[in-house]
């Protein structure tokens, strides 16, 4: 029984790999064959096309499929524009396979590793190498990262997944970057006013709090956000931790500026306008 829980996991799990293969591989080559063509296509028909061909294939007792990057390219290059020249490489493989298996097994597995390199240099994008002087070198991490778990694993999905995380990470590294925060004091009312500019989530929320001097001796702090956006739970709890230190120093904080989805998601995460959540925190409730 053990044995049959752990198989089927297994057998899960490899589905569902190759569901995330096949589909990384269709949005692909739907995204080179639009750059080749200058067109635009439907991925969300796509997607939903191929999936329900392999349920139909998978009923017959056939196998999964999906569009192919290096068939596609090859046929673009070739002049093929429309569905004939699809039709005709789908109902061609479909004889072969059917009909001619017995000549087809026949072929010298090196013509086939001749034809497979052939098209590897046709499809490969030699203008990437000459771009890694050029590209800033997070892009290229991420290009080269990709391209070697892929090679490394044999699994796309794997190697689409790092890449996706590490572009992700840069890509918030970068924009913590542009966050900052300006002020300007109004010594006649003893106001000090902080201007925030910029986006507030969980990788900039330090570079946030260490904008505000809790020290100085005004009577009221303004926090004006009409220029910055607060994204994630992080991003709340730094600014509830502004506005009690303030408080704790004896100064009026006030908020101005909060757009919609801040609003948002300041009125539902937020402590600092919640006296009973605070006695909470303050009494180590």
């Not at 597995?109 to 203008?127: H, N, P, Q």
């Not at 801040?262 to 409730?285: A, Y």
Request: hydrophobic share 50%; with cysteine; glycine share 8%.
């Amino acid at each position: 029984m053990r044995t049959d829980h752990l198989c089927s996991k297994a057998a899960c799990s490899n589905y569902l790999i190759v569901n995330i293969v096949g589909l990384l591989e269709s949005l692909m080559t739907a995204t080179i064959v639009d750059d080749l063509t200058d067109t635009a296509s439907d991925k969300n028909r796509e997607c939903k096309g191929q999936g329900l061909a392999n349920i139909g294939a998978g009923l017959l007792g056939g196998m999964a499929g999906c569009a192919m990057i290096g068939q596609s390219v090859i046929n673009v290059k070739s002049g093929g524009r429309g569905r004939l020249s699809t039709f005709i490489a789908g109902t061609l493989l479909l004889i072969m396979v059917v009909f001619l298996d017995e000549w087809i097994s026949k072929t010298p597995m090196a013509a086939l590793v001749a034809v497979m390199i052939m098209v590897s240099i046709g499809t490969f994008s030699w203008r990437s190498i000459l771009n890694l002087k050029e590209y800033p070198l997070s892009t290229n991490i991420v290009m080269l990262a990709t391209v070697v778990v892929v090679v490394w694993s044999h699994n796309l999905a794997l190697g689409v997944f790092v890449g996706v995380l590490l572009a992700s990470l840069f890509f918030a590294n970068k924009i913590s970057h542009f966050m900052y925060v300006e002020s300007i004091l109004d010594e006649a009312n003893s106001t000090r006013t902080y201007r925030v500019i910029g986006q507030v989530f969980f990788n900039s929320a330090d570079k946030f709090n260490a904008a505000f001097d809790f020290k100085e001796a005004v009577d009221k702090v303004v926090i004006d956000l009409h220029r910055a956006h607060f994204w994630d739970i992080t991003s709340v709890a730094a600014l509830d931790k502004v506005v009690i230190k303030f408080r704790r120093e004896g100064a009026e904080v006030e908020l101005i500026g909060m757009n919609e989805a801040t609003t948002t998601i300041v009125d539902r995460f937020g402590i600092h306008d919640k006296p009973e959540e605070i006695e909470k925190i303050l009494g180590g409730h």
